[in-house]
Nanobody, 114 residues
């Protein structure tokens, strides 16, 4: 399984960015797909994830600002980030779970300036 991520970049506080992750096989093969992030000097943390059935889970710090969506036919999971804050600055990683195994995409950087 390979995950290819794109998006991210730079934004001023209050702006928006979008991440997109494309899997090498059908999204139906993944029980969960999601996004994690790792800020400077911090541990990697869950940002948002969505089950095969479409139920999303969000970290409290992003709830109401970020939206996760997946399209199993297109093999994608996307993260729309609105109202960005400097504390959202991090490397963002796409993640997918298949039969208990976690797969990771490469990190994409997000920098938010105040």
């Amino acid at each position: 399984v390979q995950l290819q991520a794109s998006g991210g970049g730079w934004s001023q506080a209050g702006g928006s960015l979008r991440h997109l992750c494309v899997a090498s096989e059908s999204g139906y093969n993944f029980a969960e797909m999601g996004w994690y992030r790792q800020g400077p000097g911090k541990q990697r943390e869950l940002v948002a994830q969505v089950t095969r059935g479409g139920s999303p889970t969000y970290a409290g710090s992003v709830r109401g600002r970020f939206t996760i969506s997946r399209n199993d036919i297109q093999r994608t999971v996307a993260l729309q980030m609105n109202d960005l804050r400097p504390e959202d600055t991090a490397a963002y990683y796409c993640n997918a779970v298949q039969r208990g195994t976690l797969f990771w995409g490469p990190g994409t950087l997000v920098t938010v300036s105040s």
